[in-house]
């Protein structure tokens, strides 16, 4: 079974402070791909990320960047310079690749507030 | 430029009454997904379809049923909704199934169970 954990549930931080979300998966596939998402308050969850199991390479895309590191299990995404329009619920999700078909596995959900 | 489009954005029923909520898209992506969101969850799948192939999740419960006429539209009907399934409702789409494939997202439906 696959498994996604976002220990953190809400946090708060003032614009222009750099924030990391963390995500930690589990799963007995050997090729896997993760993703994060993004949900602003109008409902649409936008697709940020994909990263499959053998590219442990660290991308940064702007003031976004991730950190896949497979020894701990997690996929942890930072956002540099924080400002309000980042605030949103971001979820880590998970799907496998050895079946060659698989859906997503989704965290539970990180809401970041950057407050002005 | 909405690609996937889903209607109402909020829809209110009462406990019992059938309800069907309404979902399309101009991707013609190969594959439709019905998530619930609770508050403050993750997103849970119900079922999926593959063209007009049903995929219909282990613990998804009976009372949650879907249609899928044509390529562009789907439809999810809950024949009696319980104050249970208050929840947003996410329609996603994807090209095919492989586990690396993106998934594209509507705005949701919140149902509310009077």
């Known amino acids: 079974a696959q498994k996604v954990t976002q220990a953190q549930t809400e946090i708060s931080v003032v614009e222009k402070e750099d924030v990391t979300l963390d995500c930690v998966y589990e799963?007995?596939?050997?090729?896997?791909?993760l993703f994060w998402y993004k949900q602003p308050p109008s409902g649409e969850l936008v697709f940020l990320i994909r990263?499959?199991?053998?590219?442990?390479q660290n991308e940064i895309s702007g003031r976004y960047s991730w950190n896949f590191q497979k020894s701990t299990s997690s996929f942890n995404f930072t956002i540099t310079a924080s400002q309000v329009v980042d605030s949103a619920v971001y979820f880590c999700?998970?799907?496998?690749?050895?079946?060659?078909?698989?859906?997503?596995?989704f965290g539970k959900g990180t809401m970041l507030l950057v407050s002005p | 430029d909405a690609m996937v489009i889903q209607n109402p954005r909020y829809q209110v029923t009462q406990f019992g009454k059938p309800v069907t909520l309404s979902c399309s898209q101009t991707?013609?992506?190969?594959?439709m997904y019905w998530y619930q969101q609770k508050s403050s969850q993750a997103p849970k799948l119900l079922f999926h379809?593959?063209?007009?192939?049903?995929?219909n999740e282990a613990d998804t419960p009976d009372n949650f049923q879907s249609r899928r006429p044509n390529t562009s539209f789907c439809f999810l009907d809950i024949r009696s909704p319980g104050l249970g399934d208050a929840a947003m409702y996410l329609c996603?789409?994807?090209?095919?199934?492989?586990?690396?494939?993106?998934?594209?997202f509507g705005s949701g439906t919140q149902l509310s169970v009077l």
């Open positions: 996603a789409t994807s090209r095919g199934t492989r586990g690396d494939e993106k998934l594209f």
């Open positions: 799963t007995r596939d050997t090729t896997y791909y």
């Open positions: 990263r499959n199991s053998f590219d442990e």
């Open positions: 999700a998970l799907s496998g690749g050895n079946s060659g078909y698989s859906t997503l596995t």
């Open positions: 991707l013609n992506h190969n594959v």
């Open positions: 379809y593959y063209d007009k192939d049903f995929n």
